[in-house]
């Protein structure tokens, strides 16, 4: 009985998330937690795993509008410390924790990200460092990074602020 509710309560909200993602203008963070509702199951590390359809669909959204592709990357980046506005430490980062199970491995993900380009200063500049840090972050357990650029990690901190709720 229990999985019958769980497996009715994932078609429910995924049908919402696709209703949604129909008429999207903008991936926002309220996307990103209305597309964390599609939980499947958890591991025995508590790790989420989410539905997979709702995965496929999303991706199939992302990839195929640059400006989408663009706002999911400007909230790729998250702080694993409290944002320091002056950026005087070496904050550790890491990537939006589902990346992988929405494009199926990172490595699509970044072949896309190299692929766009855009006149938006702003999404040049994250795309810039996500590039310089993505394969150091998942050869590496995924452990986090530090942006040691002072200008750049004042930079992503003001991204992260912006974007926050």
Known sequence: ?????ITYRQKVVYCLFDKYLQDIKEITLESLEFFKLNED????TNKMILYLPACKRLRKVLLSDDLLFSDYVKRLIRSLMPININGNDLSSFVFEPFLEQIFGNWQIFKQHLIN???????FSRVKQIV???ID???NSSKQGFHIQNFDDRVF?????GKYRY
């Open 136 to 138: 150091n972050f998942f």
């Open 41 to 44: 199951k958890r591991t025995d």
């Open 156 to 160: 992503i901190n003001q991204v992260i």
């Open 131 to 133: 590039l310089q840090k």
């Open 116 to 122: 766009v380009s855009s006149n938006d200063v702003e």
């Open 1 to 5: 009985m229990v999985n019958i509710s």
